[in-house]
């Protein structure tokens, strides 16, 4: 009881390779010098030891005051100088969960949801011109400005389609116009008198949506995790030692593959790992988008909720913004695209943030595997910047996975330690992604996640194994085992946020079925479950079919689509009325009436000139005196001659003189 130990069994000189000499003092014995031994070892520390479920125990020194300084038996009894020292170290390897680090780089924001939106302008509208000029001081649609210099962003006032004359001769005489009208304008002239108030145009402006999400570019993957080694001195209770016992924990990753303890006693290198049966995700080609709320701090926006960020293939963004129908088209290419005026409206700003996360709500709402939102990797993390290194993604790897280290140490005794616990299967289902449905899944896709609930019956902390192998014809079974540490009496369950998947070759309705195996640390087999499930049948793309042969005519649209045009004549009355053609109708007795009001003008002016024609030529052939009235002067009887002709004068009637004529009627 009155031993006291000066702890410096455990230095060692790493620079010159040599070894001290342990020494132990005590004032009733006689000093005992001991040389230990150096031990080495490697280890592989598979993914998923979270838990310390093995261990080393090194006795550095088990006696002293005996020749050799060992008992293996203990101190015998009729030797009172003998001390015995039960006071191993105790060593436990655990590791953290294995990601794969993407680093990530920002581009720039790409807009949730460009929207346009359309103003009517001329008769009806808000304005009677539609203004969309590069110059322009007000345009129809207003300018965009940048916030940091104030100036107007090109191209962002939108662009004006007005009505043509082909849309208004086809909208006035009811057949409609062979091309699309952008804005649906009505371009006739029965329904704008004459385009008094000017002529009919509509206005398209695209409008941003305030939500806007950062991109970053997604780097190349490097695995990182951290294996942790806690060793300790279980002192005896006989000895009865005044100082707290010594625990460290030391750790390596990486970044640091090589750790010594504070007292130099032990010493552990990460020597890599060994090469896994699937390589982790290749996301280089894509293109993060995290959501920024207005108004957000960079800290709540990576607190958010990761599982709706976005992956999304490079291949859908325009980064200048000159393309239509891409993430990121800007003003320019909505402004200039090809003939805009006869496309309908939306046209060049589909494909966008908002369509591809609505197709992804979509898929998890019906229990399949969403393609670019992040849950589909499973629970994902954002690594924040520190320490000069950039950001990065990180995304769980569950696969099997087995990292080398070295343990040097000074020890005479050693003993591994593992633990071996009982355990059983619970439950074995296959769901569709997120638990949306359970028991079956489409065939020929990735939406069979196998769920299994393990339970550890034993009363130790430990290691187990699980398989899925045996399965039925046409299944294909996950690549890797699934390696887990579970307490001891508790349950875990596997699978809800992993790739342990399973997937059917064909695309038949069948009941299908798996054989799901549990060992425990040391490969005994402790359970094994049958998992039954069943797939639907592959939905595939309906294909469209011919309306028939086209050798000839192509089939005619059905009679409901045909225009007033197409079915009646503008003169048949009794079929634009039995037809409902109202403004066919309108028109013809417009036409009729204008013809007859045409006619009457034209017979009034003809019969005008012609009086003025008559007149004119009995005028000229009469003297100056012949020219004055005839009141008051008889109208004499005979024949004389006029001008070289004969002239047979008529019997005189009395008539009153005609008055100065102005018009005919």
């Known amino acids: 009881s009155d031993l006291v130990m000066d702890v410096r069994s455990s230095a060692w000189n790493h620079d010159s390779g040599d070894q001290s000499v342990a020494t132990m003092r005590s004032k009733w014995f006689k000093l005992a010098e001991i040389m230990p031994r150096e031990t080495g070892g490697d280890f592989t520390v598979p993914t998923g030891s979270n838990l310390a479920t093995e261990f080393i125990e090194v006795d550095p020194i088990r006696c002293v005051n005996t020749e050799d300084s060992s008992c293996p038996n203990g101190c015998p009894s009729e030797d009172e100088d003998c001390r015995e020292l039960v006071d191993p170290i105790h060593l436990s390897l655990t590791k953290s969960q294995v990601v794969a680090n993407y680093e990530l780089s920002y581009t720039q924001s790409f807009n949730h949801k460009p929207m346009e939106v359309v103003m009517y302008t001329g008769t009806g509208g808000s304005s009677p011109i539609c203004k969309d000029g590069a110059n322009e001081q007000h345009p129809t649609c207003g300018w965009y400005t940048d916030v940091q210099t104030g100036s107007q962003v090109p191209d962002s006032q939108g662009f004006c389609c007005p009505c043509t004359f082909e849309s208004t001769w086809g909208d006035t005489l009811g057949g409609g116009s062979p091309q699309l009208a952008r804005g649906n304008v009505d371009c006739s002239l029965l329904s704008n008198p004459l385009f008094l108030s000017g002529v009919p145009a509509s206005a398209h402006c695209m409008n941003l949506n305030t939500l806007w999400h950062a991109g970053y570019n997604v780097g190349r993957a490097e695995i990182g995790y951290s294996i942790d080694v806690l060793f300790f001195n279980k002192s005896s209770s006989q000895l009865n030692l005044t100082e707290e016992d010594h625990r460290e924990t030391i750790s390596v990753t990486p970044q640091a593959p090589f750790q010594l303890s504070s007292d130099a006693f032990l010493s552990l290198q990460l020597l890599g790992d060994l090469a896994s049966f699937v390589s982790p995700p290749v996301l280089s080609e894509k293109i993060l988008l995290i959501p920024t709320p207005q108004g957000a701090s960079p800290q709540e926006v990576f607190d958010g909720d990761k599982s709706r960020w976005m992956l999304v293939d490079k291949g859908r963004f325009s980064f200048t913004g000159a393309e239509c129908d891409r993430i990121g088209t800007g003003f320019t290419a909505f402004r200039t695209h090809p003939e805009k005026c006869q496309r309908p409206a939306g046209t060049c700003l589909t494909n966008q943030i908002s369509d591809l996360y609505d197709d992804d709500q979509q898929r998890v709402s019906a229990g399949q595997t969403p393609l670019y939102f992040l849950s589909q990797w499973g629970t994902v993390d954002l690594k924040p910047p520190s320490d000069g290194a950039q950001a990065a993604l990180s995304v769980p790897l569950t696969e099997l996975r087995h990292s080398i280290v070295v343990l040097n140490m000074v020890a005479d005794n050693l003993k591994f330690v593992i633990n071996r616990s009982p355990g059983k299967i619970v439950e074995a289902k296959v769901c569709t992604f997120n638990q949306h449905s359970c028991g079956s899944f489409e065939a020929s896709t990735l939406d069979g996640y196998i769920i299994i609930t393990l339970q550890n019956t034993g009363a130790l902390d430990a290691a187990y194994t699980v398989t899925v192998t045996h399965c039925t014809e046409r299944v294909l079974p996950p690549p890797t085992a699934q390696h887990v540490n579970i307490v001891s009496q508790s ?175």
């Open 491 to 665: 349950t875990f369950q596997l699978g809800p946020l992993s790739t342990f998947r399973v997937r059917a070759e064909d695309n038949e309705a069948s009941q299908r079925r798996c054989m799901v195996t549990m060992y425990d640390s040391t490969g005994v087999v402790l359970d094994t479950k049958d998992l039954f499930f069943n797939t639907t049948e592959t939905n595939m793309t309906e294909i469209p079919q011919s309306p028939g042969e086209r050798d000839g005519d192509p089939l005619r649209d059905p009679r409901s689509s045909l225009t007033c045009a197409e079915r009646c004549k503008l003169y048949n009355i009794i079929c634009n009325i039995l037809q409902g053609c109202w403004q066919r109708l309108l028109l013809f007795v417009l036409i009729v009436l204008g013809s007859f009001i045409g006619a009457c003008a034209a017979t009034y002016l003809l019969l005008k000139l012609a009086t003025r024609t008559l007149a004119g030529s009995i005028t000229s052939g009469l003297t100056p005196t012949e020219k004055q009235p005839a009141a008051g002067r008889p109208i004499l009887r005979g024949t004389y001659h006029a001008q070289e002709k004969h002239v047979q004068h008529l019997p005189s009637i009395p008539q009153e003189p005609l008055p100065p004529s102005r018009s005919f009627w």
